[in-house]
Nanobody
Framework: QVQLVESGGGLVQPGGSLRLSCAAS????????MGWYRQAPGKQRELVAR????????NYADSVKDRFTISRDNTKNTVYLQMNNLKPEDTAVYFC????????????WGQGTQVTVSS
């Protein structure tokens, strides 16, 4: 059974930083592209960032480029999202995703972690 467990969300002031983690089990992690998505209230879920399987290529939404960094540690079966210079518009539930490719999401989703950016 595939499990993706996100952690690291919380309340942060504008300009602050958070690092999200997603621990995966039930899959051969090194064989899966991974991604982060977010969904704000009243909005559709959207891509934040994805990372490929083999050569660590990445794909970012324009709104987070130069502020967010996705990375993975295949020895820990974990994907990370480092978020810097956070803005109120980054407030959303952030979801981890496994599978797919550099642009397309896969079939496996975590339960999400809330990120709130507010003063």
């Amino acid at each position: 059974q595939v499990q993706l467990v996100e952690s690291g969300g919380g309340l942060v002031q504008p300009g602050g930083s958070l690092r999200l983690s997603c621990a995966a089990s039930g899959i051969i992690f090194s064989g899966y592209a991974m991604g982060w998505y977010r969904q704000a209230p009243g909005k559709q879920r959207e891509l934040v960032a994805r990372i490929s399987v083999t050569d660590r290529r990445t794909n970012y939404a324009d709104s987070v480029k130069d502020r967010f960094t996705i990375s993975r540690d295949n020895t820990k079966n974990t994907v990370y999202l480092q978020m810097n210079n956070l803005k109120p518009e980054d407030t959303a539930v952030y979801f981890c995703n496994a599978g797919g490719g550099l642009t397309l999401s896969g079939n496996h989703w975590g339960q999400g972690t809330q990120v709130t950016v507010s003063s």
